[in-house]
């Protein structure tokens, strides 16, 4: 018995020390080892690693002469701020990171676990792709279709996120993405799905900052793997451990009847000036903290996690600075991806409208506005989560659909005193209904003015607190305690949903 513990323990101390070399060259690119990931990410000393003496199968061919215990993937459990999480790494060092049949075993083996226990999985990815060597002359499902079809179960059920600290490529790049939060490393990571042509490098094909500007692939963008592991840390304080958890509230010092009146000052009365929406978020959120989500794409549209008194609530905010606050193709669907993972895990949501409606384009119908705007607006309706709608100051024609009211499923309207909810601004509106009376003036721009005037002295533009859409009138000042007391009343929420398989939304 001591002769066999002292053998496991010895080689248990090898694996645990590596290969001196082949960590020197990982520092020296200015990157962290595999162990040296989990290690960061986790508590310290909560680290439980699984299977850290498995060995890649034999194939016969000459690569496994370099066979080493492991097969190049970490994975165990652990804590995050005194909360369990799963995690796996793929060790760079180990075959390139290369997914062989033992190291995709391992990976849906802790996945399974994961999803039995109702805790988050995290996944950090650094391979240069399929070890073929493997795949070619053992018949086996454990490669990335056993992982996709894991993912898929846990979806909806408990956080998964990605960490994307080196090559992703193929079948990977996809894992990834099916993940509910993709993390992309700026200098060293890169995701693609198909190989470079001739002449075209990896960086090119699947630059990192190219997905979290252009793509939308890439949720959250760091500067390093310290940076990575330390932005998802702090998202996971925001997530649930599964759909069922009900989070308990962070007692971080911020008091609920905190008046905000800088409000005042960061949103122009004039709605057709912009402001960054980002602003007033640090304002009204706990200690300023925003998390954003998908911050370096469709930034016409802000998504992200703040608390409220404490509690954990999704944010989504029409952000006037970038083309005026317009909903499009890349908006719709940012905006309901988002709400559908904070539905699933029952996170309320809380939407500041501030928009002129979708984008009219001909560019955005071809790229089939209808549909995206169709995906957006019953992601919306079909939440069960707390919606509550604050209006900052326009919400006009389509803005009523994709920021949603009172019948599409919202809980409960908030209104700033500049809140038009209308079918579109009052100037457009006076422009066609008054188009003849204008024409026919002797000074159009005199009568013009004059319509928009008594338009707005008419109509709901200045008796929106009157509306059905909106609950309560506020002073912006007090957006934040009405935000929490309202965030409370619906804390109980329950809905009954109709005996549908699964909705059909338009993707």
Known sequence: MHDKIAIIESMKAG??????????????????????????????????EIELLAKPIETGLSRD??????????????????????????????????????????????????????????????????RWEEMITTPTNYAYDRIINEQVKASGVIPQISLIMGPCKGAAAISAQISDFVFMVRSGSCMCVSPPAEGVSLDAMGDPVMHFKKTGCCDVLADSDDACIEKARELLGFLPLNNKDRMIPVDNGDDVNREAPELLDIVPGDSKKPYRVQEVISVIADNGRFFEIKAGWA???????????????????????????????????KLARFVRFC???????????????????????????????????????????????????????????????????????LAWPTTELMLMHPEGAVSIIYAKEIAGADNPKAEFQKRVAEFKQAGAVENVWEAMTVQDFIHPKDTRSRIIKTLGLLEGKTLETPGQRHDNMPL
Not at 37 to 46: I, S
Not at 98 to 120: N, S
């Open 15 to 48: 694996l645990l020390s590596g290969d001196a070399e082949a960590i020197k060259a990982t520092h020296e690119a200015g990157r962290l080892t595999a162990r040296e990931r989990v290690e960061k990410l986790l508590d310290p000393g909560t680290f439980y």
């Open 343 to 413: 539905d699933a895990f029952n996170v309320p949501l809380v939407y500041l409208a501030d928009t002129p409606a979708f984008l009219p384009a001909i560019e955005q119908e071809r790229k089939g506005i209808i549909r995206h705007g169709a995906k957006a607006i019953f992601s919306n309706s079909v939440a069960t989560t707390p919606q509550i709608q604050v209006y900052l100051r326009k919400c006009y024609g389509g803005g009523n659909l994709a920021m949603p009211g009172n019948n599409l499923g919202g809980d409960f309207g």
């Open 65 to 130: 002469g370099s066979s080493v215990r492991g097969d190049g993937l970490i994975s165990g459990y652990g804590e995050v701020n005194g909360r369990p999480v799963c995690v796996w790494a793929q060790d760079a060092a180990v075959f390139g990171g290369r997914l062989g049949i033992v190291h995709a075993g391992k990976i849906v083996t802790l996945m399974e676990r994961a999803l039995k226990a109702r805790i988050p999985c995290v996944g950090m990815i650094d391979s240069e792709g399929i």
């Open 299 to 333: 930034a016409n549209l802000v998504v992200g996690f703040a608390r409220f008194g404490g509690k954990s609530a999704g944010i989504i905010a029409n952000n006037p600075r970038v083309m005026g606050g317009c909903l499009d193709v890349d908006s719709a669907d």
